[in-house]
């Protein structure tokens, strides 16, 4: 079952003394988070008083945090996003979606999904079974992207496995 929370960053330290949270952000760009009226951390939901962009980082000022020993307390914390507050495009899916997926070429599950590297061109998923895989994300090799039924079908070419294992 998909979890109703999707991870978005880490909290790695304080920002001033009332309170406020400096957060490395997983999005594709920083600026995504600050489309968010709230955000959850160990479940517990916060509503965001202030954010804003700092370098690659995020400053959050969330409801409840007022103090610099609160903000401390919450350091090495994962900061969440419910899956209800995204809209995404056709087409596109959650990468938290995609771990641990089983991937097919024709009948045959050649492992799972255990990483999803995003690089300038597209992204790449390394799928793990008897050998590894590094599979472009692109059409031409992928034929069924199927996150909700739970698989994806591929269409491997020489030199996408490799010998790790």
Same mark, same amino acid.
């Given at each position: 079952m998909k979890s109703p929370y999707l991870p978005t960053g880490q909290i790695v330290t304080t920002h001033g003394l009332r309170g406020t949270l400096k957060v490395m952000p997983w999005a594709d760009d920083p600026a995504d988070l600050l489309d968010y009226d709230r955000f959850f951390i160990d479940g517990r939901e916060y509503a965001v008083e202030q954010a804003a962009?700092?370098?690659?980082?995020?400053?959050?000022?969330?409801?409840g945090i007022d103090t610099i020993d609160?903000?401390?307390?919450?350091?090495?914390?994962?900061?969440?996003?419910a899956r209800a507050d995204?809209? *995404?495009? /056709? $087409?596109?899916?959650?990468?938290a979606d995609l771990i641990g997926l089983p991937v097919y070429a024709g009948?045959?599950?050649?492992?799972?999904?255990?990483?999803?590297?995003t690089l300038p061109g597209n992204d790449v998923y390394v799928v793990k079974g008897e050998h590894e895989y590094m599979i472009p994300a692109v059409k031409e090799f992928i034929e069924t992207l199927n996150p909700e039924d739970g698989f994806i079908r591929v269409? *491997?070419? /020489? $030199?996408?496995?490799?010998?790790?294992?």
């Open positions: 962009l700092q370098k690659s980082m995020v400053l959050l000022k969330l409801e609160a903000a401390a307390a919450l350091r090495g914390k994962e900061l969440s996003i995204v809209e *995404l495009a /056709e $087409g596109v899916v959650f990468v009948q045959r599950e050649i492992g799972k999904i255990t990483e999803v590297l269409r *491997l070419i /020489e $030199g996408m496995e490799s010998d790790a294992h």
